[in-house]
């Protein structure tokens, strides 16, 4: 195990070595959310800040309860509360920041790169919670956290991304994530959503949900994310709920291990039968709990110095 | 750099530890309370077996937990970040005499983010710690209640125990 980073931009750039890190330091701290005393000062003193320049709940407050029990200072920034309102730049809000010494900035933005033109103006550490539809690396590894304490192991498995990929950068860090640790990807969904491109970085492409789900270990929904579709990609919602929403009788013709992820929101009735949101195969609020314990461990390691690894002396 | 120094060896390793536990019960009356926590990598499995030895001697189930101190270091930003193992105490602490079992005795900072670490779980009756090895150069005022064997060391030397390699026996050695 290896950890030598200083920022966790995205998971295209992550060794295999280095996500299995992240997912062993992981299970250390869900341990610490089950204790009674849920709290541990590893991150004593430090700054972090939670930038978030698009809206967001689940991953601002995991973030947030994150840094709390690892005993570090967080302060919440929202874009509508802000000064971009008032015509600030990134640039300048960052720096700001880190005039106030902030030693982690969590930015969620919904231009693609922003984390990593953050990480070259400022000393702080920045974790991507999000940026445009490029990468989402912490669901990403929450996702695989998760996989692997049903499955055990991530290669040799089939999974299958259904939904909006083309815009889902959910969707991109499980395909870096997933192949790099052996996983066979198909990805399914109306051929607008899901162009043949990706077949290039090794993913199966189809656009028929029986023919994508059948062999399936894990079938992972992906929400349809209106906010980012500058032109309607398909004729309507009744549609893609008929075409690939997953309901009872889908699931009945697929293996009876196969299990069900979501990184929410989820919209009932859309692209998941409220039924199976809430059935014992749906991982969706393992998959919350879970994210609280993997973004414990990313800030536990990006605190790391540089130094050997090596407790001193024995 | 010179070949390692064997300082114990398998058989010595055993004898050590069954002497630990005979003062561990001359020093505790009571068998039921005590507990032991080993502490990540090797001073796990030196817990496990120090409980096998005691609750031969006791007679009675000797309860061993696995207390990971890396959240609780004071040089955690100093160096690259620790490996994590979880943390498994199943029995309740409060009470109770706690026994930290290390391998080795050094500067003592590991000690003290192991009794920050318990504080965690309750609130021991006692704490106490038993080492296979203490090799000197303490930074925090710290002791240990139960030694294997003291090794007077230069600083810049390594102390290594090496339990359970597979294809190779159990031995504490000496690096220079």
């Known amino acids: 195990m290896s950890w030598n980073k200083k920022h966790l931009l995205d998971i295209e750039s992550l060794t295999v070595d280095e996500i299995v890190t992240v997912l062993d330091t992981a299970r250390a701290f869900k341990a610490v959310g089950e204790r009674a005393i849920k709290k541990v000062p590893a991150l004593r003193g430090k700054t972090v800040v939670n930038l978030f320049i698009e809206p967001s709940t689940r991953t601002r407050i995991s973030f947030e309860l994150a840094a709390q029990r690892l005993t570090a200072d967080i302060v919440n920034f929202s874009a509508d509360a802000s000064s971009f309102k008032k015509g600030e730049t990134l640039k300048d809000t960052a720096r700001n920041l880190e005039a106030l010494n902030a030693d982690f900035i969590i930015i969620r933005h919904s231009a693609s790169g922003a984390p990593h033109f953050l990480s070259r103006v400022v000393k702080a550490s920045i974790i991507n919670a999000g940026d445009g539809a490029h990468e989402h690396p912490t669901q990403a590894l929450l996702d695989a956290f998760t996989i692997r304490e049903h499955k055990e192991k991530i290669a040799g498995l089939n999974i299958t991304i259904l939904g909006d990929i083309l815009y889902s950068r959910v969707a991109r860090s499980n395909i870096w994530a997933l192949t790099k640790l052996g996983a066979k990807v198909t990805l399914c969904g109306p051929s607008t959503l899901v162009p043949k491109t990706f077949e290039q970085i090794g993913c199966r492409v189809t656009h028929n949900v029986d023919d994508a789900i059948r062999d399936a270990d894990i079938i992972h929904l992906l929400r349809i994310q209106h906010e980012r579709q500058r032109k309607t990609m398909f004729p309507g919602i009744g549609e893609y709920t008929a075409l690939f929403g997953l309901n009872m009788a889908r699931l009945a013709k697929t293996k009876p291990d196969a299990l069900i992820m979501h990184p929410g929101p989820i919209n009932r009735g859309v692209e998941i039968d409220s039924e199976i949101a809430d059935c014992e195969r749906s991982l969706i609020l393992e998959q919350v709990t879970n994210g609280l314990a993997v973004r414990m461990a990313v800030l536990f390691l990006l605190n790391g110095g540089k130094g050997p690894q090596e407790v001193a002396g024995n | ?176």
């Not at chain 2, 817990?47 to 309860?63: D, H, T």
């Not at chain 2, 030397?157 to 190779?168: A, C, N, S, T």
Request: overall charge negative.
């Open chain 2, 1 to 176: 750099m010179s070949e390692p120094t064997v300082i114990l060896n398998a058989a010595a390793i055993q004898r050590a530890l069954t002497r630990i536990a005979h003062e561990i019960v001359e020093r505790n009356e009571s068998g039921a309370e005590v507990v032991l926590a080993g502490i990540p990598l090797v001073g796990d499995e030196l817990a496990f077996r120090l409980g096998k030895i005691l609750s031969e001697i006791w007679k009675l189930p000797v309860p061993v937990g696995v207390l990971d101190v890396s959240m609780h270091r004071d040089d955690l930003s100093h160096r690259a970040a620790p490996q994590v193992h979880p943390t498994v105490m199943p029995f309740d602490v409060t009470g109770r005499t706690v026994v930290l079992v290390d391998d080795v005795l050094f500067t003592g900072r590991t000690t003290r983010a192991a009794m920050d670490a318990l504080n965690d779980f309750g609130r021991p009756k006692k704490i106490q710690l038993a080492v296979l090895i203490d090799r000197g150069h303490r930074e925090l005022p710290v002791r240990a209640d139960f030694v294997g064997k003291n090794v007077p060391t230069a600083i810049t030397e390594k102390v290594r125990v090496r339990l359970d390699i597979p294809g190779q026996p159990d031995e504490v050695v000496l690096e220079k």
